[in-house]
């Protein structure tokens, strides 16, 4: 009996990682995307990486705080963590079907990819900032969530755009 309590929670919890996945995996990607544009097996790694964390964290999230802050909160803390562990490969876990098709569905658009070049130009903090506008995260949580007032948040995201469009202008030259 006790054995199979442990294989439904886990099966839940595998259902509840899926569904987390289904619904931020653009927030993710983008992020994987910021810290490695032009490295896909680092992106990958990262991406991996970002699930474990993920997985770990899961069973004490438990709807605690905004769903879309904390999932930002461990990509982005995985990502830095990751970045400082140079030549450390992540442990990676098997992904389920469901994660799988999730993956499939991303598609890649070029402006997209162009942006994702400029961004990883920026300070870790500034890609940070700029990729929760991009996923219209509310200033009030970025605020909260990267220890910053709300008129920093407005300051620093016109900045970047400001910063974005010299380095763009730069490239086109």
């Known amino acids: 009996m006790g054995i199979r309590k442990k294989t439904d929670l886990a099966s ?3 259902s509840e990682l899926a569904l987390l996945v289904k ?5 993710i990607c983008a992020l994987c995307r910021s810290f490695f544009p032009d ?5 990958d790694a990262l991406y991996c990486e970002i699930m474990c964390n993920l997985w770990n964290g ?25 970045d400082k562990k140079e030549n450390q490969l992540p442990e990676t876990i098997p992904l389920t079907q469901e994660m799988e098709e999730v993956l499939e569905d ?14 990883e130009q920026l ?24 220890s910053l007032s709300e008129t920093n948040v407005s300051t620093m995201v016109n900045r970047i755009k400001l910063k974005l469009k010299k380095l763009n202008n730069r490239e086109q030259e």
């Open 12 to 14: 839940g919890m595998e």
């Open 23 to 27: 619904r931020h995996n653009d927030t």
């Open 39 to 43: 490295d896909t097996y680092l992106r």
């Open 58 to 82: 899961i069973r004490v999230f438990r709807n605690k705080g905004l769903e879309k802050a904390w999932v930002y909160r461990v990509a982005v803390n995985t990502a830095i963590n990751s």
């Open 106 to 119: 991303s598609g890649s658009d070029p402006l997209m990819a162009e942006l994702y070049t400029l961004t």
């Open 123 to 146: 300070e870790i903090k500034e890609k940070t900032l700029i990729d929760m506008y991009l996923d219209r995260v509310p200033q009030a949580e970025i605020a909260r969530e990267l």
